[in-house]
Structures are given as structure tokens and as C-alpha cells.
């Protein structure tokens, strides 16, 4: 059962994330061209913004606000739609979105399912699919930073993994040994892409698959 609250906290939290991607990252972009940032360097910026603000903020939320996935599963569905558009009439949305992919999109997606799934097959624990969406979502966006500030464009670098492994790391504790092992695998299968299968499916799914094999095999390593 759906209740009031849960309708009105979706509303609030997709206005928020819509707010973040159309109002701050805008801002955020024109400051950043007004500093003399090069493009595609600010874009990158802004992804990774998101990532934190939107994908990581409300992942965080979920388990404290909702008792099924359904509405973080709709939420999730309707913003891949809504980042979609601009690809498919070709006017995207400059300010963090890029012609060459639409990784946001398999993000929203992967967010969606993961978490769904997680809460399914743990019985209702949603921290089994928010954890792996966490690795995307803040993970990654930590990786990203890193290698921007080091190369001032996008590339794959270990430096960014190592970063990105002392986040996941002890951030997996919270679901015992499986969830530190996921998080160290998380970190090194972010270096490698090959599109359009990229990080945002990668990420998330791998260290999904570590759990879920944890709680099959070696339920001892897990704590939920």
C-alpha cells in the first residue's frame, strides 16, 4: 500500500532532482565558463554533481522513507524518460549532457533496478540494493572529480579508482565483509567501459552480483 506521505515525498524528491539538473547544474556551468573552465571539463563537473546530489542523496533517503520500491522504481523510470527526450530531438541539455553517450539515462535506469531488485530478494532490506547504487552514485562521482582535477578531461585512471576504492571500501562495511568486497571489486571494475555497456551498468550490477552471491553461499559475510 502507497500512503500519502510516501506520494508526497516522491514529489518532493523528483522536484529536487529536477531542480539540481535543470536550475543548479546551469548555474553551476555558467559560473564555471565564466571562470575560463573548458567545456567539456564543466560538463563533467556537473555529472558528477548529480551523481552525488540526485543519484546518492535520494539512494540515501530511500530506506527511511519508503516501504516498497515502487515509487523509487516510477521516479527513476519517468527521469530516464525525461533525460532521453533531449537525445532523441537532439537538443540536449549542454550543461552536463554530451551527444557522444547517454550514460545518464542507463544511471536513472540501473538506480532503479537495483534497488528494486535488492529489496526484493533481501525481503524488504533496502540498504542490499541502495548499497551498489551508492558505489555508482557517490563512488563513481568521487572517481570522476579526481581524474578531472589530474587530466582536465574524461578518462579512465587508477588514481580516480583508488580514490573511489577508499569511499566504496569502508562504506560496504555497513554490510559486513560481502559489502567491503563489493565495494573493492566496484572500484576496480569502474576503470573499464566499453560502450555502450559503461560504469553506470557496471558498477552497480557487479557489486549487486557479490551480494546476492554472499547471501546464497556465504550468508556469514553478510550483516542484514
Not at 549532457?97 to 545518464?104: H, M
Not at 532490506?125 to 572517481?143: E, K, R
Request: hydrophobic fraction near 55%; glycine fraction near 6%; charged fraction near 10%.
Amino acid at each position: 500500500m502507497i500512503t500519502i506521505g510516501e506520494a508526497v515525498a516522491t514529489a518532493l524528491l523528483f522536484a529536487w532532482v529536477v531542480f539540481v539538473a535543470e536550475v543548479l547544474t546551469r548555474k553551476l556551468y555558467a559560473y564555471m565558463m565564466r571562470r575560463n573552465v573548458q567545456h567539456y571539463v564543466a560538463v563533467y563537473y556537473n555529472r558528477k554533481v548529480i551523481h552525488i546530489l540526485t543519484g546518492g542523496v535520494v539512494a540515501l533517503l530511500v530506506p527511511y522513507i519508503f516501504a516498497t520500491p515502487v515509487l523509487p522504481l516510477a521516479m527513476a523510470v519517468l527521469l530516464a524518460v525525461f533525460l532521453y527526450i533531449p537525445h532523441r530531438r537532439g537538443k540536449i541539455f549542454y550543461w552536463f549532457q554530451t551527444e557522444d553517450n547517454a550514460y545518464e539515462v542507463s544511471f536513472c535506469i540501473m538506480w532503479g533496478i537495483v534497488i528494486t531488485l535488492g529489496w526484493f530478494v533481501s525481503e524488504g532490506n533496502f540498504w542490499f540494493g541502495v548499497l551498489p547504487v551508492i558505489f555508482m552514485s557517490i563512488g563513481d562521482a568521487i572517481t570522476g572529480i579526481v581524474r578531472n582535477i589530474i587530466y582536465k578531461r574524461r578518462t579512465k585512471s587508477w588514481w580516480g579508482n583508488l580514490a573511489m576504492a577508499s569511499f566504496s571500501i569502508p562504506v560496504g562495511a555497513v554490510l559486513g565483509a560481502a559489502g567491503i568486497i563489493a565495494g573493492a571489486a566496484a572500484s576496480f571494475i569502474e576503470h573499464f567501459e566499453s560502450n555502450p555497456i559503461d560504469d553506470n551498468i557496471t558498477v552497480p550490477l557487479s557489486s549487486f552480483m557479490i551480494l546476492l552471491l554472499a547471501k546464497i553461499f556465504t550468508p556469514w559475510l553478510l550483516t542484514i
